[in-house]
C-alpha cells in the first residue's frame, strides 16, 4: 500500500478555499501533480454559512456524505450514506448546507485528461489573486475601470490565473451528477472468498472509473487494485506494514495490494480511471 493514514494521527485545519462561509478540513491523500491523474483526498466539515453557486469542473469528484445533508438544489440532496459523482463538464448547485456537514471529497483527473490542480497550487492562485480582487461566495470579482466589477466563477479565476490559458471545459457526458444509495444496494457474496461480500455502486466512462462497496468478515484479506482509493467507514485491519481503522484512507499506487481484516469491516472502493 502506497499511503495509508489513521484520521487520528490528522489535525484538522481551517482551509483558505474559493466559495463562501467557514471551511475546515482533514488534508488525506494526494496523487502525482503534473499528471492528468492528480488527485486530491479531503474530509471537508462545512456549516449553515456555506455557499457555493451553481458552477462546473474540469475534473471529476466523488462525494461521502458522512454526517448531515448536503442541498445541490435541483439535483438534489445528500442525505447521510449517500455517494455522489460529479463529472467533469456537468454543472451543480448551488450548494448549501443546512446546520453542520461532513462530506469525503475526492477530486480527480477525469476521463478528458483535463488533470487536477494540486492543493499547494490552487492555494497560491487563491492568495496571488486576492491582491487584484475579492473572493465573494464563490465568484471572483475585479473592479473595472469604467466602474463596477467583472465577475467569474472562482474556481475557474484561480485556474486560469495559475495556467496562464482559458479554461476550457470537457463536453460532459452526463447531464447532472449521479447520486447513490448504497442502503438500497444488496450484497453480493464474492463465489472465491466466504466472508468477502460487495456492491457495485457504479462505473464511469470509458476510462473504467468504479464506485463498490467491501464487507469483510474478521480475518478475511482482499485484494485492491492499483491506482485505487479505500475509505473506511467501519472496522480495522492491516495493510502491508500498517494498520487501518473507522475513517482511515489507503491508496495503493502503482501496484494492487492487500488489506486484511481484523474486525467484521466496511469499506468504500474507488478504482481511479485509467488515463
Do not use: C
Not at 84 to 90: A, H, I, K, L
Not at 224 to 238: D, T
Amino acid at each position: 500500500m502506497q499511503q495509508i493514514l489513521n484520521l487520528r494521527d490528522l489535525e484538522m485545519i481551517e482551509r483558505v478555499h474559493a466559495r463562501g462561509g467557514k471551511f475546515r478540513y482533514y488534508p488525506l491523500l494526494s496523487g502525482e501533480d503534473g499528471t492528468p491523474g492528480n488527485f486530491f483526498l479531503q474530509l471537508s466539515n462545512t456549516f449553515n454559512d456555506f455557499d457555493s453557486p451553481r458552477h462546473r469542473h474540469n475534473f471529476d469528484q466523488v462525494r461521502v456524505q458522512l454526517e448531515g445533508d448536503a442541498d445541490f438544489a435541483r439535483d438534489g440532496v445528500m442525505n447521510p450514506g449517500m455517494v455522489g459523482y460529479f463529472p467533469e463538464g456537468v454543472y451543480y448547485g448551488p450548494q448549501s448546507i443546512s446546520g453542520e456537514s461532513l462530506t469525503l471529497v475526492l477530486q480527480f483527473g477525469g476521463a478528458s485528461r483535463s488533470g487536477y490542480v494540486s492543493e499547494a497550487e490552487f492555494q497560491r492562485g487563491v492568495a496571488e489573486l486576492k491582491e487584484t480582487g475579492t473572493f465573494d461566495r464563490g465568484v471572483y470579482k475585479v473592479a473595472k475601470p469604467e466602474g463596477g466589477t467583472r465577475n467569474q466563477d472562482a474556481y475557474e479565476a484561480v485556474w486560469e490565473h495559475i495556467r496562464g490559458r482559458e479554461l476550457e471545459y470537457p463536453q460532459s457526458r452526463y447531464d447532472k451528477p449521479v447520486f447513490m444509495r448504497p442502503s438500497a444496494a444488496e450484497w453480493e457474496p464474492d463465489p472465491d472468498t466466504q466472508g468477502l461480500a460487495r456492491k457495485h455502486l457504479g462505473s464511469f466512462s470509458e476510462r473504467h472509473t468504479r464506485l463498490s462497496m467491501l464487507r469483510l468478515d474478521a480475518g478475511v484479506d482482499v485484494q485492491v487494485p492499483a491506482n485505487s482509493i479505500v475509505f473506511v467507514l467501519e472496522g480495522q485491519g492491516r495493510a502491508d506494514d500498517g494498520s487501518w481503522e473507522a475513517r482511515s484512507s489507503m491508496y495503493t499506487g502503482a501496484g494492487s495490494s492487500t488489506i486484511v481484516a481484523e474486525a467484521a469491516s466496511q469499506l468504500l472502493l474507488i478504482e481511479l480511471p485509467r488515463l
